[in-house]
């Protein structure tokens, strides 16, 4: 089994910056991707950014330029900085990961989720 383990969700004012880590454990042999995802309240799941093995990512139009996903590929890491926050940037923040383990092949993980509100 893999855990993530969420930290640094809270509240900000629009414009103010929050910085998002998870950090993956477990016995893992590799792991093929790694980011966010959010979900509002009353809205379906969405991916915020996302890094893969092969090193390319993917934003969501909504955060470009604002947000910044990295990897630490030898920690199992990755951190989300958050800059500009706005309203909308409101909802749960859940860590993701795609892992090769000792007991599966290639197989989805969540972390419990983290907080993220931005209000004035």
């Known amino acids: 089994q893999v855990q993530l383990v969420e930290s640094g969700g809270g509240s900000v004012q629009p414009g103010g910056s929050l910085r998002l880590s998870c950090a993956a454990s477990?016995?893992?042999?590799?792991?093929?991707?790694m980011g966010w995802y959010r979900q509002a309240p009353g809205k379906e799941r969405e991916l915020v950014a996302i890094t893969h093995s092969d090193g390319s990512i993917n934003y969501a139009d909504s955060v470009k330029g604002r947000f910044t996903i990295s990897r630490d590929n030898v920690k199992n890491t990755v951190v989300l900085q958050m800059n500009s926050l706005k309203p909308e940037d409101t909802a749960v923040y859940y860590c993701?990961?795609?892992?090769?383990?000792?007991?599966?092949?290639?197989?989805?993980?969540w972390g419990q989720g983290t907080q993220v509100t931005v209000s004035s």
């Open positions: 993701h990961t795609r892992a090769m383990t000792l007991g599966s092949f290639n197989r989805d993980y």
């Open positions: 477990g016995i893992i042999y590799s792991i093929n991707a």
